[in-house]
């Protein structure tokens, strides 16, 4: 198992790859939505869980500009040539850029919140459409892959939150687990708070990551590193 975190462009990378090169691209590229942080989004969100209702400070992470426009075709069309399969989220705003029909649904056990219930992913293995449950908003976060339903009681045990569009490391292990196979090679072109690499070191996959920013480059390599020594402890 190999699992290499690249500070660096990912598209210019990409353009110097072999065709075919991973079995498999999971990414979750910008979007165009200005969730990047900073001033954009309003001073607090509404959360809510059942009959109980949270506010969460939504504009603690650093103003930036990355996610002002959504990723360009010659991304995807690079993309798709350096890899056999992919999986895409927010294929709901590549409408241009899709390819086959197989979907990925991520509900987030949102309802009663100002943000989206549910994400999107393309899916290149397959025609059907997947459902993934696990409650993310916050500090309330899933329970486990198979009650993600459930909000985790324990808030210690919630993952932290390093990146505003992060996603949880359960939803990656489920996709992993799901539709790859051990010793598969994965690339992932916007690493983000590194969850596929925690996902893809547990599960024994090899990953190649990129994350273009430095600020998200030295905290998700932090964040992979304290994993991997919290393992060693434990055995």
Known sequence: MNIELKHGDSLQAMKAMADNQFDWAIVDPE????????????????????????????????????????????????????????????CNYYVKNLWGTGRIIWDKCNEGSDQSDCEIAFNSSTERVDMFRFMWRGMMQGKSIKEGHIMQGNKKLNEKRIHPTQKPVALYKWILDKYTSEGDLI????????????????????LIGYEIDDEYYELACKRFETHKAQLCLQW
């Open 31 to 90: 979007y165009g939505r200005k969730e990047h942080g900073g001033v954009n989004r309003a001073g607090f969100v509404t959360q809510s869980n059942g009959s109980r209702k949270y506010v969460k400070n939504g504009n603690h992470y650093t103003k930036k500009d990355w996610d002002n426009k959504p990723a360009s075709e010659e991304y995807f069309l690079e993309l798709m040539r350096v890899s056999k399969n992919q999986i895409i989220w927010g």
């Open 187 to 206: 690339l992932d072109t916007h690493l983000g708070s590194a969850s596929i690499a925690i996902a893809a070191h547990d599960l024994n996959r090899n």
